[in-house]
């Protein structure tokens, strides 16, 4: 069972995974919430009040809940988490050279075998 948690360094902590899952940065992140890269680092360090007036945009640009966001509790759950790591491993391969691929599917159906 989660327990609901509000502090600021809380919903930070949230913030910090919920943007890193996703495979973004925190300039990424900031410019999808419309502000700066330092008030993204202050909310994933707790520093600032300010994280809760916009919690809803925050929420909106990592695509998860603003229950989430308060309490790290969401109905969503592993499912998402899972799709945000399929989702980073996608990007991660849409970047690579057509060798590379060829190399990363190799290593990951000899991984998937294990």
């Known amino acids: 069972m989660l327990t609901y948690m509000n502090t600021p360094a809380d919903i930070g ?13 925190q300039d990424q992140l900031a410019e999808r919430v419309g502000v700066s890269r330092s008030a993204v680092a202050q909310w994933e360090t707790g520093r600032t009040g300010q994280v809760t007036g916009n919690l809803s945009r925050i929420a909106e640009a990592l695509d998860v809940n603003v229950e989430y966001m308060m309490s790290g509790d969401d109905k969503r759950g ?8 399929e989702m980073a491993l996608l990007r991660l391969y849409r970047a690579c050279e057509p060798e590379d691929r060829q190399m990363l599917l190799r290593t990951a159906r000899r991984l998937a075998r294990h």
Not at 14 to 25: F, S
């Open 13 to 25: 902590t949230r913030i910090r995974a919920a943007r890193r899952n996703r495979g973004l940065t």
């Open 78 to 85: 592993a499912a998402e988490a899972r799709q945000g790591d």
